[in-house]
């Protein structure tokens, strides 16, 4: 017994120093203290001139609006990562064409800057970089991440920004085409959104959204959404849960739980109000399997990487609390109960403590990626709270490199590296209109 104890203490000290590693310690005072100290320094020094100064350098106003200053070190933060980006990009990988490492990435960022910049030249970059991902299309998979499915949709938005109504049509014809693989009933493509349907059907929800409900026909959207939702009944019958998950999916043999692979991602896309699913599907399919997921949290408010994983370890979008919690906030949405909300807000506890991650600055599994999960809240509840820490995680990536972060394989690309913090940045300093990219619509 006493080896049995010590071997638990060590597995307890394992797992939690093995936490510790993952992600820093989050240095930064959450904002409801902040003014209780600087109240109590006020009433101490009898002026208010320490906490006035304190708080010159704090990214919200006295009115919870982005100060002005906060606003220009971002905008000049971005202007500098941009150059070093550029840079890097030169000695990148040429045929990678994905949004996920690639080209269609670095062209979704600069679509990004011009919806807020309404500057042409970035939307003369986006062209530029599209055309290269174009370039190198390989049939392979059809996803928005990984597969043709991302450059033909930025393709289409890109061109039909520009008013090449041609080109912008030639890309969308491409993308339905695909349509074929991900119906037919012989294909073995999955379901996640990283290399399966669900990213199909993101990149049909995206060109919809951007060009107009018109772009895609709806029965293509809903026979794309019936061979998902088959995909997922069949899987739990096989696996004697049609009763309390009726909507199951695997990656590789596995039930992943998170945004990238698993059921939070597929659940996401599938709540989308423009996927147009019936209300007895959401209420009977939907709802039961959302639930499901909602309890498999652990007691820190975080979520396993799969079903049958029961260690409490990463805190990515990819994987655990700040994918699911998109998840949460759209059944929330949908279903009117404030449970989901409850849930996303304990989700929001678990990023701000271990969301500042090792891995480095990226959306996959880094610290942007993490931020996205407070403006989400925000938008949610229209709690300042949330807008203060998504942009105190816009703080530690405007210090980007300095805090030793592993250097991830593609380092200037949208979700492993630079890009996406830049995409980020982009988007704390106008948050009303943010948008994960790739992923929310
Ligand atoms: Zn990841």
Known sequence: MGENMSKRLKLVTGSESEMEERSFINPFPDREHREHREHREQGLSGTPSAAEHSGANEPLDAGGKISDAFQKKVQSKIKD???????????????????????????????????????????????????????????RRVTFLCGDGGPLA????????LKNQTESQECLTKLLQLQRSVLSPDSDIPDELLYGRAGYLYALLYVSKEIGPDAVDETTIAKVVTAILESGKNLSKEEK??????????????????????????????????????????????RPSVDYVRHKKFRSGNYPSSLSNETDRLVHWCHGAPGVLHMLIMAHKVFRDEKYLRDAAECGEVIWQRGLLRKGYGLCHGTAGNGYAFLSLYHATQDKKYLYRACKFAEWCLDYGTHGCRIPDRPYSLFEGMAGAIHYLSDVIQPEGSCFPAFEL
């Open 154 to 161: 930025v393709g289409a938005v890109v061109h039909h920004h």
């Open 241 to 286: 849960k049609a009763e309390r998950c009726p909507l199951l999916y695997e990656w590789h043999k596995k039930q992943y739980v998170g945004a990238a692979h698993g059921l939070a991602g597929i659940y996401y896309m599938l709540l989308q109000p423009s996927a147009k699913v019936s209300q007895d599907t959401l209420n009977e399919l939907l």
């Open 81 to 139: 990562l941009l150059q070093q980006m550029e840079e890097g990009l030169k000695t990148a990988d040429p045929h990678d064409f994905s949004t996920y490492t690639g080209w269609t990435g670095i062209a979704l960022l600069y679509l990004q800057l011009y919806r807020v910049t309404q500057e042409a030249s970035h939307l003369q970059r986006a062209l530029d970089y599209v055309k290269r991902a174009l370039r190198n299309l390989n049939g």
